[in-house]
């Protein structure tokens, strides 16, 4: 009978030495997943791996930046709207480099990229002569007292460029941001709230580069028996350098394996389950999609029955993105620029969209129907 001293140590005190015998069992090695691998913050980064190499992000922007490119902005003098005035000439060639086209789309890209688009004022003899669109990454906010910019920092080379705002006859910069919870000065992109779709995205398309690479088979293991013995580190190493030499990669594919002795292959097939990562990348893609405000049909992204047709997802494309997009652009440039302009004023231009003529149509129609109106008053209603 135990003593009480054997049963507070457990009953080992008089225990046999522990003996360990192998009978063949197998040993199984369970692990868990470690924390995901998330690409850094920060405008270089994501433009690295959104813009620079994922289709679905460089679709979006692209699309977005080229086709609010194509309202375009009038100008307006004590209500009329003016074809020649220094202002029209201004945004048609803003300066020996860019079109007015060009610094456009540069806008609408940055802040879909950075969440903030910057301008700069060329002023000669206190009238504007140029504008210039300056690379959101080189630009620092100078704040002052009041907590407010009073001036921007433009670094490149190693040199930076102070550009204050209290200069005449209007601001040197134009900070256009996208409105960030968390930042009184900085925007918030739409690349910024994507990106860890983008990162799924991204890895899938490197799981599927990696299978095309193997032969686009799934791995298998190289099982040895006991039996024959044990494999020396030497015979181990030169085996598994044999394996990726002449078995892995395309160009191995459909390759006949010759084993030694004790050896035999056995292939890991890859279970339903285990190929949810396909629609996993669709379903990424569409978040993507999602946070640009762009209907993943016009991208054509599979398994998205949200509009009837294309001609719809184009009208909500304009509706819900480009018009609120053209028009915030429109009044910041107005109110930046009209003080050096005499009061001059910009606005969009959309009666020309082949997409909203449905819309103008009806707009039309309704108030040309409207007979307590005069004419004047339906003029002015149409913005003529």
Not at 49 to 68: D, K
Not at 348 to 356: H, K
Request: aromatic fraction near 8%; proline fraction near 5%; include cysteine.
């Amino acid at each position: 009978m135990a003593n009480w001293i054997n049963r507070l140590l457990g009953g080992r005190t008089n225990a046999p030495p522990e003996r360990k015998d192998f009978a063949g069992h197998s040993l199984l090695s369970l692990n868990q997943l470690g924390a995901a691998n998330w690409s850094q913050r920060g405008f270089a980064s994501l433009v690295n791996q959104g813009f620079a190499r994922n289709p679905v992000v460089y679709r979006c922007v692209r699309l977005i930046a080229e086709t609010a490119n194509r309202v375009p902005l009038v100008v307006s003098e004590n209500g009329q709207r003016v074809d020649s005035h220094p202002l029209v000439a201004l945004l048609g060639r803003p300066n020996g480099r860019q079109s007015g086209g060009e610094l456009l789309e540069a806008v609408y890209a940055y802040l879909q990229t950075a969440g903030n688009a910057y301008l700069q004022a060329g002023v000669v003899d206190g009238a504007v002569r140029g504008l210039f669109c300056l690379r959101p990454d080189r630009m620092k906010v100078v704040a002052g007292t009041d907590g407010w910019p009073m001036a921007y920092d433009y670094t490149v080379g190693g040199r930076s460029q102070r550009l204050r705002q209290d200069s005449e006859p209007l601001p040197n910069v134009l900070h256009m941001a996208l409105f960030h919870p968390l930042d009184d000065h900085y925007g918030m992109a739409p690349l910024d709230a994507a990106q860890t779709s983008l990162d799924i995205h991204n890895a899938a398309g490197q799981w599927n580069k990696a299978l095309l690479d193997n032969a686009a088979r799934p791995s298998g293991a190289l099982v040895y028996s006991m039996a024959a013995g044990t494999l020396t580190e030497e015979q181990f190493n030169r085996l598994k350098d044999e394996l990726e030499a002449n078995f892995a990669g395309a160009g191995n594919a459909g390759r006949p394996m010759v084993l030694e002795g004790g050896l035999d292959w056995k292939t890991i097939a890859l279970s339903p389950r285990d190929m949810d990562f396909i629609e996993a990348k669709h379903a990424a893609a569409r978040d993507i999609a999602l946070a640009f405000g762009v209907p993943p049909m016009l991208l054509g992204i599979p398994g998205d029955n949200t509009y009837a047709n294309l001609a719809e997802a184009n009208r909500a494309l304009w509706r819900q993105t480009l018009i609120p997009l053209v028009v915030r652009v429109a009044e910041e440039l107005s109110n930046w620029l009209s003080p050096a302009f005499e009061g001059a004023t910009i606005a969009p231009d959309f009666d020309g969209v082949e997409a909203l003529a449905e819309d103008r149509a009806a707009l039309w129609s309704r108030i040309g129907a409207a007979e307590f109106m005069s004419d004047a008053e339906k003029r002015a209603m149409l913005g003529m």
